[in-house]
């Protein structure tokens, strides 16, 4: 069973291993390894200050899943630039744990007035968004705070307000 609630700083360090979980273990067919090393930097002092900054930000939606009293996943949201930044799940017994996390940042930005949210997905995860429903914009490189640039996939999700 997943349990889905709000970051809080005291989670930085566990969602920076997380990701770099996440991303050794899910992204090493589609990235040569100076991209993954890039990428998946760890847990470093800045990273975790930056992402304590986040989770502080009152204009983004910071969210972690639990499986079994462990963090397994997260997800980052901000609703006024339309944006989704992240939705990392490291391997785990649980199934569905990035469809649970991206359903639940979604309502919460759509809640808190976004009216789509474009993401820059990672090459592995390219097929996991068009499952839930965003599209393909465009497909170039995202420059990573190191400077190395990745492919990417530019993506989206408008909020279908028939419902």
């Known amino acids: 069973m997943v349990k889905i609630r709000p970051a809080t700083p005291a989670d930085a360090t566990a969602m920076l291993l997380v990701h770099r979980e996440a991303v050794l273990s899910k992204a090493a067919a589609h990235y040569a390894p100076a991209t993954l090393d890039a ?60 469809r649970a996390l991206l359903a639940e940042v979604e309502k919460r930005a759509f809640d808190r007035g976004a009216e789509s949210l474009a993401c820059s997905a990672s090459l592995n995860a390219e097929a996991f968004y068009k499952v839930n429903g ?30």
């Open 39 to 98: 990428w998946a930097a760890g847990a470093t002092p800045d990273r975790i200050a930056r992402i304590e900054q986040r989770i502080a930000d009152p204009a983004s939606v910071v969210l972690v899943a639990e499986a079994a009293d462990e963090i397994v996943g997260y997800a980052i949201a901000v609703p006024s630039e339309n944006e989704l930044r992240a939705v990392y799940v490291k391997p785990n017994p649980t199934r569905h744990v990035g």
């Open 134 to 163: 965003y599209t393909e914009e465009s497909r170039g490189q995202h420059r990573m705070r190191t400077g190395e640039l990745m492919d990417c996939v530019f993506m989206r999700k408008t909020l279908d307000r028939s419902n």
